[in-house]
């Protein structure tokens, strides 16, 4: 009988963790289809250039990611007929996304090259999928 709970415990306990893991891959691959959305409806031309984080190492991905989240604040949608869907995409983009791990990154926001929208979108994809 005290197998039988023990190997009930340890059932139940493994099935905890391997569901936990597929939310939260769950929830990056939604946050890649919301970034690949603003792609198509934000401004690119005559835009402001925002700096744009890349490669940076794990203790700076918090600090990346929140420069990615006040970049995208400075997004412009392209045109008054997308308006709706570009602000609903950017106010799933301002919730957060990273817990801090509280180590402290040398780079600041302003530390990063500028570039265009499309490819500060881009950027913050391919960080996503490392995350």
């Known amino acids: ?28 691959k939604q946050l890649l289809k919301t970034i690949d959305q603003l792609k198509d409806v934000v401004k690119d031309k005559d835009a402001e250039l925002l700096h744009t984080p890349e490669n940076p190492v794990d203790e700076c991905l918090f600090t990346a990611v929140t420069c990615f989240q006040k970049g995208i604040l400075k997004l412009q949608p392209k045109n008054s007929q997308v308006n709706s869907t570009f602000i609903k995409t950017v106010n799933i983009l301002k919730r957060p996304i990273l817990k801090d791990s509280g180590k402290q990154c040398e780079s600041t926001c302003e ?14 994809s391919k960080l996503m999928k490392k995350v």
């Open 1 to 28: 009988m005290e197998r039988m709970i023990i190997f009930c415990m340890l059932f139940f306990c493994s099935s905890m963790v391997l569901t936990a893991t597929p939310q939260k891959a769950m929830k990056y």
């Open 111 to 124: 530390s990063y090259e500028k570039k265009p929208p499309k490819e500060f979108l881009q950027s913050f």
